[in-house]
């Protein structure tokens, strides 16, 4: 798939007047493409089975007299008022039953047949009429699936359908009763019509049953993108290139994102460095953590579809990025594998819920920094569209489980956990020296890597463990965490093993007990470099051959270890059993790149340098996230500066 450089382009909110005035700017902006039509399914459709797609049409004429490609959204996100009043069992249903009224979007059930037939009737005219129309390079469908809280039903249909789901996993109810333990607390059902779905109750819901309940919305959400995608193959052939916006929080949805895109031709993702209440952005490493992650989806580059340039918020309006801040966050994208890039949007709409979620030029409708910043931005990256286009090579991966996370989510077990920050805060050990990562699915093969990274991952089944165990013998560096697999697929404990279960041998270890700590709650425990904070919570743990690099301190612990490393076959196993400071897991860091060679850069804190290749060309890509001025490489960078430089 080629770059293309380009904006969020909503013809449909400006007078007609201004349409031609605005193409002309676009070419003068240096946009090349245009993503229309995501939120326009009334104008495409006014009244039920009145199909009428003129105003695109003479859209797309005008954008291709201007050479200006489009990338066409199927406009299922908003569905009309007429088709919600007519059918308002479409709606979903919150966790009090109550349904999510027209006004948003995203608002409809993805398991309501109702609304999956006129999702099949409006998709299938809209590729129909543009089946030939070479201007349209890709088709976008929906927008940020399960996003906004969108990602969980509760109405009649879904009940049903997860009681179906079960039927179909499990056959006998005895089964189910066995495997989610049902007999706890006289929970043993008779039939598959007796499961309620995981309302509110007294206390929780069973484990399992809950983590039964997000694989079927995992399932219902990606059967409903699967659905759209089979229609435009069937229609397009193909013509037709799928892709889908993720937007972020992606660990925090009900839906496994790889199986969402894993028939899409490639995943692209919404990036926002900030947005809303944020008083300040993410931090640089997290910005990445997620790029590597929507690269990881497909283990291939990708497409940003929505790029920050305004400020953005609905009620509450976030940070302002600061002259250059939002173009080196572009430049950071497209370092860690963004092929192509579509600024979010091209002017600030002046009605309806986005009036702030600011665009390339505001209401004032005049050409200003942020048009400035973006026209640099194109005209400076198309100039490396061949390297955009090269695939990244990394030797560290970080790998999750959605499994995994939702069991987590389940039972965090502290009030100070959190999945994401957990894998965030040893990635960023990593992220420090400016090393390639990737972030996959433990799923996958991960035999090509040096180092694996498999934060707070409770969930460890047969095959995972037999992966470790090859990955480590050949020589790989392992790095685990605290709670590492204590439950099976069913999230229930494993019986009769020592914590890691099935893991003693490979990590030389065994956790005798642990300790949750609160928020604010910590340990101290000491070791190789220097004293560290344990927070979260804490393992302690008896060596069973593993090296003990680091004790607790307190009154009866202190001979229990807090971090092993344990050697196995050729390679080693790193056990970090709580969450300890930053400083200490980046000298880790530094000890395992060191030990396997891995390319690095040391760089000011702030300073990021990603290395790219196009051939035997070899390229860095800098970008100062901070606002102080820094000399890189020779380089001096002003705030917020960013460059691609080639290595001679
Ligand atoms: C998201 C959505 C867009 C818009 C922007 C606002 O990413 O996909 O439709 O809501 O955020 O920031
Ligand atoms: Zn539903």
């Known amino acids: 798939m080629k770059s293309f450089f380009g904006v969020d382009y909503y013809p449909e909110h400006w007078p007609i007047e201004m349409m031609d005035s605005d193409m002309d700017?676009?070419?003068?902006?240096?946009?090349?493409?245009?993503?229309?039509?995501?939120?326009?399914?009334?104008?495409?459709?006014?009244?039920?089975?009145?199909?009428?797609?003129?105003?695109?049409?003479?859209?797309i004429e005008k954008l291709?007299?201007?050479g200006i490609k489009v990338i066409f959204g199927t406009p299922t996100?908003?569905?009309?008022?007429?088709?919600?009043?007519?059918?308002?069992?479409?709606?979903?249903?919150?966790?009090?039953?109550?349904?999510?009224?027209?006004?948003?979007?995203?608002?409809?059930?993805?398991n309501n047949e109702v609304y999956r037939e006129y999702t099949r009737k409006i998709v299938t005219k809209l590729a129909e009429h543009y089946k030939n129309e070479d201007s349209i390079i890709a088709?976008?469908?929906?927008?940020?699936?399960?996003?906004?809280?969108?990602?969980?039903?509760?109405?009649?249909?879904?009940?049903?359908?997860?009681?179906?789901?079960?039927?179909?996993?499990?056959?006998?109810?005895?089964?189910?009763?066995?495997?989610?333990?049902?007999?706890?607390?006289?929970?043993?059902?008779?039939?598959?019509?007796?499961?309620?779905l995981p309302l509110k109750t007294i206390t929780h819901h069973n484990?399992?049953?809950?983590?039964?309940?997000?694989?079927?919305?995992?399932?219902?959400?990606?059967?409903?993108?699967?659905?759209?995608?089979?229609?435009?193959?069937?229609?397009?052939?193909?013509?037709?290139?799928?892709?889908?916006?993720?937007?972020?929080?992606?660990?925090?949805?009900?839906?496994?994102?790889?199986?969402?895109?894993?028939?899409?031709?490639?995943?692209?993702?919404?990036?926002?460095?900030?947005?809303?209440?944020?008083?300040?952005?993410?931090?640089?490493?997290?910005?990445?953590?997620?790029?590597?992650?929507?690269?990881?989806?497909?283990?291939?580059?990708?497409?940003?579809?929505?790029?920050?340039?305004?400020?953005?918020?609905?009620?509450i309006i976030g940070y302002l990025p600061r002259p250059n801040q939002a173009k080196m966050w572009a430049y950071q994208a497209v370092a860690h594998g963004a092929q192509s890039i579509l600024f979010f949007r091209y002017r600030t709409a002046t009605f309806g819920t986005e009036e702030f979620c600011l665009g390339i030029i505001d209401q004032d409708n005049r050409e200003g920094r942020k048009y400035k910043e973006v026209k640099e931005f194109f005209s400076d990256v198309k100039k490396y569209k061949d390297l955009l286009q090269?695939?990244?090579?990394?030797?560290?991966?970080?790998?999750?489980?959605?499994?995994?996370?939702?069991?987590?989510?389940?039972?965090?077990?502290?009030?100070?956990?959190?999945?994401?920050?957990?894998?965030?805060?040893?990635?960023?050990?990593?992220?420090?020296?400016?090393?390639?990562?990737?972030?996959?699915?433990?799923?996958?093969?991960?035999?090509?890597?040096?180092?694996?990274?498999?934060?707070?991952?409770?969930?460890?089944?047969?095959?995972?463990?037999n992966k470790l165990e090859?990955?480590?013998?050949?020589?790989?560096?392992?790095?685990?965490?605290?709670?590492?697999?204590?439950?099976?697929?069913?999230?229930?404990?494993?019986?009769?093993?020592?914590?890691?279960?099935?893991?003693?041998?490979?990590?030389?270890?065994?956790?005798?007990?642990?300790?949750?700590?609160?928020?604010?709650?910590?340990?101290?425990?000491?070791?190789?470099?220097?004293?560290?904070?344990?927070?979260?919570?804490?393992?302690m743990i008896n060596s069973k051959g593993a090296e003990v690099i680091y004790t607790y301190e307190d009154k009866f612990y202190k001979n229990k270890a807090c971090i092993t490393v344990n050697k196995f076959g050729e390679g080693k196993v790193y056990y970090i059993g709580s969450s300890v400071d930053s400083d200490v897991l980046s000298s880790l860091a530094k000890e395992i790149i060191m030990e396997k060679s891995i390319e690095h850069f040391e760089t000011p804190f702030g300073v990021e340098v990603y290395s790219r290749y196009y051939g035997d060309k070899k390229y860095l890509f800098i970008m100062n996230h901070t606002e102080e001025e820094h000399d890189v490489l020779g380089i001096k960078l002003m705030p917020y500066d960013s460059r691609i430089i080639e290595v001679k």
């Open 207 to 315: 484990p399992s049953m809950q983590l039964d309940y997000r694989r079927f919305m995992s399932k219902s959400i990606n059967e409903y993108a699967k659905l759209q995608v089979d229609i435009l193959r069937e229609v397009l052939g193909n013509n037709a290139v799928i892709t889908t916006n993720i937007a972020g929080g992606y660990f925090d949805k009900n839906f496994d994102h790889k199986e969402m895109v894993k028939h899409m031709d490639f995943a692209s993702y919404d990036n926002y460095p900030v947005w809303g209440g944020l008083k300040e952005p993410i931090t640089p490493a997290n910005i990445a953590m997620d790029l590597d992650f929507i690269r990881g989806l497909k283990r291939k580059n990708f497409w940003i579809v929505e790029e920050l340039m305004g400020a953005q918020g609905h009620t």
């Open 390 to 465: 090269s695939p990244i090579k990394s030797e560290i991966a970080f790998l999750y489980d959605y499994d995994n996370i939702w069991a987590w989510k389940i039972q965090p077990q502290s009030t100070a956990f959190n999945f994401k920050e957990e894998m965030l805060k040893i990635y960023t050990a990593f992220y420090k020296y400016n090393t390639h990562i990737d972030v996959i699915d433990a799923k996958d093969d991960f035999s090509e890597y040096k180092v694996v990274v498999l934060p707070v991952m409770m969930i460890v089944d047969e095959n995972l463990k």
């Open 139 to 196: 088709w976008q469908i929906d927008n940020e699936f399960g996003h906004e809280g969108s990602d969980i039903c509760f109405c009649d249909t879904c009940k049903e359908g997860f009681r179906k789901f079960l039927k179909d996993k499990y056959e006998e109810i005895e089964n189910l009763n066995k495997t989610w333990g049902t007999v706890f607390w006289s929970q043993t059902y008779n039939s598959f019509d007796e499961i309620p």
């Open 77 to 110: 996100a908003t569905p009309p008022a007429w088709l919600i009043n007519k059918y308002p069992e479409i709606l979903q249903r919150d966790e009090n039953l109550m349904p999510r009224s027209f006004g948003g979007r995203r608002m409809y059930c993805y």
């Open 25 to 59: 700017r676009l070419v003068d902006l240096g946009v090349e493409v245009v993503r229309i039509g995501e939120f326009a399914w009334h104008i495409m459709e006014k009244r039920e089975g009145e199909y009428d797609f003129s105003f695109f049409d003479m859209v």
């Open 470 to 539: 090859e990955f480590t013998k050949k020589g790989g560096i392992v790095v685990l965490t605290y709670r590492t697999s204590i439950k099976d697929r069913n999230n229930n404990l494993y019986l009769g093993k020592t914590m890691p279960c099935n893991l003693n041998q490979l990590t030389g270890i065994e956790v005798e007990e642990i300790e949750s700590l609160q928020e604010g709650q910590f340990a101290y425990a000491d070791g190789k470099y220097g004293r560290t904070k344990c927070c979260v919570m804490r393992e």
């Open 64 to 66: 291709k007299k201007r």
